[in-house]
């Protein structure tokens, strides 16, 4: 269900962009279809902002139910004319995209103390300037024509990078697993870092246990705008709606702390969050600036103490996570099918395309999960013409430069 067309833009109030997506009036409230695994891989593959909005277009909306849609859909025209109460869409800001399109959860931990990460997959300049060249809303001409069978829906491009970046961390371990390595040390192999929080509980809140923790996303509390109020008016229903879908909040009244956990009973292990101090506005710009560069992400943290348990077998950890996140994307509903000898069926109705893309990564057989053995990427590979070890062409032949002997 792809779209028909897309733009980009900056939402001035939220301070982040979105994606503006013009979808066909019957297409909007209907169900799902089955997802295509090279339209899939092509949002895996995306490592610049250009092709990620490009893999958004092919692979259709993010959301689709008239709940998740209210307050989102608009007339192509009135939104172009700036008619729509509370919508502020101004002209796409290059840096600000390209420190919202964060690429990298696999890269190298770098070796410091703390959380930081050498960045691999920096989004290309190149590519960012070319999506806003050709896909900025304030460049689509007179959209008028499309109000009476078409509809503009407004979606944070934050929930498409969580998205990417959710998939990716998480199938990267099977496809590692498939290939041989060493289940003691996977979620290290899979480019977690492991943290003993003695010196950082303060900051990340974290905990008395060992951790594992791979940057997912871009932290919006950097995102532009006024600091405090960016700080004060945090509302991950407006900014991540996708996001804010999938997680609970734990209050704190002894920190101003981000401690976010995965949605579900016994998921406190599965936390997302990012440090105190990127959480506290000090109201000076400079100040921030200074802050360490790994307080400008926004971490998945996976806890080795399950359900009261310190757990040291990475595999054992890294199977709980899967469960976890498969509990909360994966919710099946008995239904009558009227199918002879299976009138008793699960009725699978993706609420989002994340949950449809998951549907896919459940049941794929004639695919598996290949994590290629140069760039870390994780996509669904066919199983004809034998095992792959490599995502592309491209990363085939650097990888024989890079290893000549072998």
């Not at 209210?70 to 796409?92: C, F, K």
């Not at 995502?391 to 032949?397: D, E, H, L, P, T």
């Amino acid at each position: 269900m792809g779209s028909h067309h897309i733009f980009i833009a900056k939402d001035k109030k939220l301070g982040m962009h979105v994606l503006i997506r013009i979808q066909a009036v019957d297409e909007l409230g209907s169900a799902y279809p089955p997802i295509n695994p090279d339209t899939f891989n092509e949002l895996l593959m995306a490592r610049d902002a250009k092709s990620l909005v490009l893999a958004a277009r092919n692979l259709g909306p993010m959301y689709i139910s008239e709940d998740d849609l209210a307050n989102r859909t608009y007339l192509p025209s009135r939104l172009q004319q700036g008619i729509e109460r509370g919508i502020d869409l101004v002209p796409s800001n290059l840096d600000g995209l390209l420190s919202e399109c964060f690429f990298d959860p696999y890269a190298n931990p770098a070796e410091v103390d703390g959380m930081g990460y050498k960045e691999v997959g920096r989004t290309a300049k190149k590519a960012a300037r070319e999506l806003i060249d050709e896909f900025d809303f304030v460049n689509a001409g007179n959209l008028s024509y499309l109000d009476s069978q078409f509809r503009a829906v407004i979606e944070p491009l934050h929930d498409w990078i969580f998205a990417r970046n959710l998939l990716s961390i998480v199938l990267r371990i099977g496809g590692l697993y498939r290939t041989g390595a060493d289940p003691k040390t996977i979620l290290e192999t899979a480019r977690f870092r492991k943290v003993e929080p003695a010196s950082l509980k303060e900051r990340f809140n974290m905990g008395s246990a060992t951790c594992y923790a791979i940057p997912i996303a871009f932290n919006p509390f950097y995102r532009t705008g006024n600091l405090l109020v960016n700080d004060v008016t945090f509302d991950a229903q407006k900014i991540w709606p996708l996001y804010n879908s999938l997680t609970d909040i734990k209050k704190s009244f002894t920190q101003a702390v981000i401690d976010h956990h995965l949605k579900g009973d016994g998921n406190e292990f599965v936390k997302f969050l990012t440090s105190v101090e990127a959480a506290q506005a000090d109201g000076r710009f400079d100040n921030r600036k200074n802050h360490p560069e790994e307080n400008k992400w926004w971490y998945l943290v996976v806890s080795s103490n399950i359900d009261g348990k310190s757990i040291d077998d990475q595999m054992q950890i890294a199977n709980r996570m899967l469960q976890a996140v498969d509990g909360r994307l994966f919710q099946p509903r008995i239904a009558y099918s009227g199918v002879k000898m299976a009138e008793i069926a699960p009725e699978q109705k993706p609420r989002n395309m994340l949950e449809a893309m998951w549907l896919l990564v459940r049941n794929h057989p004639d695919h598996y999960l290949l994590t290629c053995k140069r760039c870390m990427r994780t996509v669904l590979s066919g199983t004809q013409g034998g095992e792959r070890s490599f995502c592309s062409n491209s990363c085939r032949a650097t990888w024989s430069k890079e290893h000549p002997s072998r």
